[in-house]
T-cell receptor
Framework: GAGVSQSPSNKVTEKGKDVELRCDPI?????LYWYRQSLGQGLEFLIY??????PDKSGLPSDRFSAERTGGSVSTLTIQRTQQEDSAVYLC????????WGGGTDTQYFGPGTRLTVL | DAKTTQPPSMDCAEGRAANLPCNHS???????VYWYRQIHSQGPQYIIH???NNETNEMASLIITEDRKSSTLILPHATLRDTAVYYC????????????FGPGTRLSVLP
């Protein structure tokens, strides 16, 4: 079946502009995660959605970052007034599980990422 | 979540088995061991996970020691396409927890 898809694959923008990154999770997956990966660095957690709600926004680096998820499916990550330090690959992952106990089997499946370059 | 320790890099000859170790000495009883890999410029790819029993799938085998303080990912017949960074992650039992990726092991499969 189709995996997690993200668009655009590449985005170049000027400092100060707003950008929107889109994630289409695997159909039926209730949980959705956003991470980012700066050049040569590990993955940094940004935000987690369970359905349309975001119980964990702890990783968002500043109030310029926001995300929403509608219909329990597509999610959009918005970065306002982009800065050069926002340049990174933004990765989305989804998993099939709901709430409760048993998260050890909560395997996350990642999309290909969006490479954001802020000039 | 328990912290993991992996060697920064390893080499393996094409066609041979690649054995990637991971130490997780502070793992607790309800934490799973996950393995992902990331091939250059791609998103992380799930490989395998386990709790205490050894596991095998079409990609790899996971051997977890009896005390669960370490594990080994085995790629039985490594190919050039297996060159990637491999991440060992220990993760708790709560839904919605993000994965914490460390620096991983950079595996180079050599012709």
């Amino acid at each position: 079946g189709a995996g997690v898809s993200q668009s655009p694959s590449n985005k170049v923008t000027e400092k100060g502009k707003d950008v929107e990154l889109r994630c289409d999770p695997i159909s039926g997956h209730t949980a959705l995660y956003w991470y980012r990966q700066s050049l040569g660095q590990g993955l940094e957690f940004l935000i987690y959605f369970q359905g349309n709600s975001a119980p964990d926004k702890s990783g968002l680096p500043s109030d310029r970052f926001s995300a929403e998820r509608t219909g329990g499916s597509v999610s959009t990550l918005t970065i306002q007034r982009t800065q050069q330090e926002d340049s990174a690959v933004y990765l989305c992952a989804s998993s099939p599980v709901g709430t409760g106990w048993g998260g050890g089997t909560d395997t996350q499946y990642f999309g290909p990422g969006t490479r954001l370059t802020v000039l | 979540d328990a912290k993991t320790t992996q060697p920064p890099s390893m080499d393996c000859a094409e066609g041979r088995a690649a054995n990637l170790p991971c130490n997780h000495s502070t793992i607790s009883g309800n934490e799973y061991v996950y393995w992902y890999r990331q091939i250059h410029s791609q998103g992380p790819q799930y490989i395998i996970h386990g709790l205490k029993n050894n596991e095998t799938n079409e990609m790899a085998s996971l051997i977890i020691t009896e005390d669960r303080k370490s594990s080994t990912l085995i790629l039985p017949h490594a190919t050039l396409r297996d060159t990637a960074v491999y991440y060992c992650i220990v993760r708790g039992f709560t839904y919605g927890q993000n994965f914490v990726f460390g620096p991983g092991t950079r595996l180079s499969v050599l012709p």
